[in-house]
Every structure is written in C-alpha cells, then in structure tokens.
C-alpha cells in the first residue's frame, strides 16, 4: 500500500487490439510530463483477466532517460521465468525494483 491518493494515478493508454499490455510509447510520453516528480510504474506480467504481459524490457529502458521505480506485478505471470519456452516473456523482470508474486496454494 502506497497511499499516494487516487488522485495521483494516472492510466496509461494500452496497446490495441483488446491488448491489456501497456503502450510504451504513451507511457514515455507520461513519464515525460513527470519528470522531476516521483513516479511508480506499475507493470503487468500476466494479468489476470487476459493473461497479457508488458514489455518489461522496453519499460526498464525507459529508465535510462526518466527516474521512476518500475515495479512489476508477476502475482502468476512471473512464474514464466522458470520455463525456457516462455521465460522471454517477462525478459527484464530483472530490472524492475520491487516484484510481487502469487505463492498460495489453492
């Protein structure tokens, strides 16, 4: 829990298509409005409702121009990791700051 207000979030367009992936280009140019001021991206490596999953490693890249926290949300998703057919999926996991993973059984 952050506690920043829910008048600090800012929604970020998604890819088209139905995609419920980020579109890194918008989230650039939101960084770019808030440069200087904190900021937490908040990535998805598989969601729930589509099982979609950001380009981690476009949005860790993004960090090379802008100062933000990437924090990734691998509640199941980042279990990809562990499998070399799907591990590419959440290439650049590695650079987020902080993860969050799902381990409940059942």
């Known amino acids: 829990?952050?506690?920043?207000?829910?008048?600090?979030?800012r929604r970020v367009p998604?890819?088209?298509?139905?995609?419920?992936?980020?579109?890194?280009?918008?989230?650039?140019?939101a960084l770019a409005e808030r440069a200087g001021r904190p900021v937490i991206v908040v990535a998805n490596a598989g969601t729930?409702?589509?099982v979609d999953f950001d380009d981690?490693?476009?949005?860790?890249?993004?960090k090379e121009r802008y100062d933000f926290w990437p924090h990734v949300d691998g509640a199941f998703g980042a279990f990809a990791a562990l499998?070399?057919?799907?591990?590419?999926?959440?290439?650049?996991l590695d650079a987020a700051d902080s993860v969050c993973v799902d381990l409940r059984n059942g």
């Open 1 to 9: 829990m952050l506690g920043p207000g829910r008048d600090r979030l």
């Open 14 to 29: 998604l890819l088209p298509g139905g995609r419920e992936a980020v579109d890194v280009a918008a989230l650039e140019a």
């Open 48 to 50: 729930v409702n589509t």
């Open 56 to 62: 981690l490693r476009a949005i860790a890249a993004l």
């Open 83 to 92: 499998s070399p057919r799907y591990a590419a999926l959440v290439d650049g």
